[in-house]
Structures are given as structure tokens and as C-alpha cells.
């Protein structure tokens, strides 16, 4: 096969080939790591890249392909890690100069799973510091760049995850998402990206930072990618008290089916936000479409309050606590992006009643959810409220009023995802966020998968070559 066409593939497809000897794991590894090499400095999507230990790992899985072994069902397909999430022997820097040589010694959970399914790692991915910014840069790796326009920011913090996966830098990506960076680079870089339900993928070991409102997930190009993705990162685990068992029907089966006869509710504003007329539009058409699938969709709000305030109370105090064993805010100060520094700065000032307010805001936004859901089985939003944003955007007022539509859906902790909806005037991408019910990631899937299936994404690729 041409190296192009292997880099494009869906891991599906690959993980299919190679079980039936058709392509070799070594094949892969090697024709993704070649891309890498090439396009990887114009976006800076990877800030480590493991080809090494990938390549030897490529050779042993086509050994026991040829020697008829028991294949997992990610066997030689490559992945991506986001560097906030821990990967043994890799260092893992959480884009903070204060952690920049630090190694773990073990795997996070969903990166233990992915590898025993035969999945080959290749590498670190960029991050925000900290996950704290809906940008991707950081004072240790620089900026990552939007592949489908340079100078404009993929989103983040996974945003060199989503850069990835859009760039044909690998078919996977394990993201993170406290506030929308699963789905806001989904978003901007057009692929699939989804927030499970919280606590269906363990967290552990963790950096301690917003554990009751982070989720960690999938970033891919296809929606049966994901759901195989998340049926292996997927079910309880001792290490996360907040860890959920995986559900008694896997994601994957539960693809087929479409939406017909569901009740959908389309919001596009959530009562609260400010929407980029061009993006409102893209994204009403986008959610008419499922009307054509034989869905029942109407017009219809939540009535949520914006939770933007308590956003940096959860993050603020978690990130100070976690942060003290290295010394007092004061000492570090100087090795922290300003943003960080100015939460971690404001969080000093916060009292218990503080946190006490975000986590009732917390329960009153579930109950809401939780009662409008009793009428519509999914609801439609845009992902974000305007096209992305340029690289160098700094203004934190306007990072909270671009990302209206995500933390909102932390906070209940419901499964949400972002699909690619269409495109600007000037070829940016924008993004349709789905949400289902609590624990219901099944649904999410299915209307995404049906709307993949009328109206496909992935043909079109960013001009990188």
C-alpha cells in the first residue's frame, strides 16, 4: 500500500488488515512514523515521539501475527497519549517547566488497556499547561498549529491530539477533557472527539487536578474508531473511586440502529451563549439533517446557568493543593504560564464556602439536565461559538465567552461529543456538539454514526503535503 493511504486508514481497517496478513504492523508503525517526521514540525502535534520503542514493539506484534497468535483487537495499530496522562518510561511533563523531566513508572489506566490490546504507542502529544487553556501551547514545547489553517490554534488542550489525528499523524488519540478539550480541538480540526460518561474511563494514576469534572476519551477520525477505542479504555477500576463499570452492551454493537423515532432537542445558544452567526448557521443545518434520519427534533433550552465562574474554583484549588508538595505558590511562580500563575494565585484567596457554592452549582446543573433529559433522549449544540481562534489569542474573558457550550456538561458529568458539521466561508472547521443522557454513551454514538454515514467527513484533508 502507498504510505499516504496506510496514514489515513481508520484503525478499524488497520487492526482488520494486519490480523488477516494483509499489511504488517511494521508496515504501519514505520509509514506513521515517516509522517510524523515530515509533517509534524509545521504543527507541532507531538512534543515526544517514541519511535524506537514503537518500532520494536511493531516487530514483535508481526512476529505473532506470523506465528497465529491470539491478536487483541488494537493489535498493531498506533496511538497517541496526550502529555497530562501518564505513560510509563515516557516523560510525561503536563506542559509545565516545573515537571519537565518528570517519568512515570507506570502507565495510566487507558494507556495500560490500549497496549494490552495490542495498540503500539507512539508518542506524547502537546497540552496546554496543565489543561488549563482551551489553546494548545505551553513554555516547554511552543505553540501546536491548526493543520487546516496555521495561523489559527487547534483548540485544546488536546489539541495536539486532535492536530494528530486530523494531520494522519496516527488514527488514535487519547485525549482529556475538564472543560471541553476533548471536544473543543475535535471541533476545530474536524474529527470525533468524546467526553464519556465521568468515571467510565479510570483516571489513575492522575495529576490530580479537576477529578470531579475530567474525563479522559477518545480522539479519532471515525466514530467506530472511538467506540472500539472506548470499549477497551472503558470499566471500573480501584485506582478512581469515580470509576464506572463498562457497560453490559459494547459501544461498538451499539453503533448500528440510527436515530429514528428519537426526541432531540437543538439549543443554539443554551439560553446564555453568544454565537458567531456563520456558526449558528452551520451547525442549525447540521442538526436538521437528523430529521432526514428520522429523528423528532426541535427547538428547545435547558434553561442552565453558566457555570464559567466555578470553572477555575475546581481547577484553581485542585491544581494549588497538588502543586504544594513542590513548594509555595510564591517559589514557582516564575516557572508557570501567566494564566496558570493567575489561578493558582487567586485560588490562595479562596475560602471553603468557595467550593461549597461550585459543588451546589455542580448538583443544581445535574438536576436541571437531569429533568429536561426526562423529555428529549439527546440534545444538540455547537461545540464552541465561534471558528477557531488565532495561536496567539490570549484574552481569558474571551476564552470563557468562545467556550459556552462545554464545561456545562462537565459539570453533570454526561457524555458529550463533538462531529464535524462543516466548514466557514474561509475553510475553517465547526463543530456539532452531541450530548446523551447520563451513563448513555450509546445513543451519542449511534446519531453520530448515523450522521457520519449521510453526510461522511473524512474524505476531506488538511493541505499539510
Known sequence: M??????WMSAVDLAKLIRKKKLSPVEVVSDVLKRIEAVNPKINAYVTVTADSA??????????????EELGPLHGVPFSVK???????????????????????????????????GAIMLGKTNTSEFGFKPLTDNLIFGITRNPWNLEMSPGGSSGGAAAAVASGLGPLAVGADGGGSIRIPSSCCSVFGIKPQHGRVPRYPANQGGELITHEGPI????????????IMAGYH?????????PAVSFTRSLKGGVKGLKLAWSPDLGYATVDPQVKAICEQAANKFSGLGANIEEAHPHFDNPENHIGTFFGSDGLVALSVLGPIEGIVDKLSPLAAAMLFLATELKATDYAKAMFAKHELSIKSGKFFQTYDLLLTPTLASPPLPVDFEDPIGFLKWIPFTPVFNFTGQPAASIPAGWTDNGLPVGLQIVGRPYDEATVLRAAAAFEEAYPWVQR?????
Not at 55 to 68: P, S, T, W
Not at 461 to 465: A, F, G, R, S, V
Request: hydrophobic fraction near 40%.
Open 2 to 7: 502507498k504510505h499516504l493511504d496506510v496514514c
Open 55 to 68: 518500532l520494536a514493539e511493531a516487530k514483535q506484534a508481526e512476529k505473532a501475527v506470523l506465528k497465529g
Open 83 to 117: 502529555d497530562l496522562i501518564f505513560t510509563k518510561r515516557v516523560r510525561t511533563t503536563f506542559g509545565c517547566k516545573l515537571l519537565e523531566d518528570f517519568v512515570p513508572e507506570e502507565d495510566a489506566v487507558n494507556v495500560a488497556r490500549l497496549k494490552e490490546a
Open 220 to 231: 479519532t477520525r471515525t466514530v467506530k474508531d472511538a467506540a472500539l477505542m472506548l470499549d
Open 238 to 246: 480501584w485506582g478512581d473511586g469515580y470509576s464506572i463499570p463498562a
Open 461 to 465: 484533508k488538511p493541505p499539510l503535503e
